[in-house]
Nanobody
Framework: QVQLVESGGGLVQPGGSLRLSCAAS????????MGWYRQAPGKQRDLVAT???????EYADSVQGRFTISRDNAKNTVYLQMNSLKPEDTAVYYC????????????????WGQGTQVTVSA
């Protein structure tokens, strides 16, 4: 089994910054992609950013240029640096790990963290 533990959420004023972290632990041989999704009240869960083990990144248009995703493969940890935060960034942010393999022979599965609240308000 694999656990994803998120940290770094909180309350910040518009224009401020936050850094989210997510550490994966457990029976892990490799993780193909790690990323962040967010869900605002009454809305669906949407992609924020992802990064593969090779460093390829993908961002939602709404955060491009403001958010930066990075990853430490040795620590199975993914980070999300969020700058120039806006009220519309307010949501629960969920960490995702995709194609997590416990051995080199299995195909891998997906895991989610419990979520961390980010609130952008004056």
């Amino acid at each position: 089994q694999v656990q994803l533990v998120e940290s770094g959420g909180g309350l910040v004023q518009p224009g401020g910054s936050l850094r989210l972290s997510c550490a994966a632990s457990g029976s892990i041989f490799s993780i193909y992609a790690m990323g962040w999704y967010r869900q605002a009240p009454g809305k669906q869960r949407d992609l924020v950013a992802t990064i593969t083990s090779g460093g390829r990144t993908e961002y939602a248009d709404s955060v491009q240029g403001r958010f930066t995703i990075s990853r430490d493969n040795a620590k199975n940890t993914v980070y999300l640096q969020m700058n120039s935060l806006k009220p519309e960034d307010t949501a629960v942010y969920y960490c995702n790990a995709d194609r997590v393999r416990s051995t080199m022979w299995n195909t891998g599965r997906e895991y989610w963290g419990q979520g961390t609240q980010v609130t952008v308000s004056a």
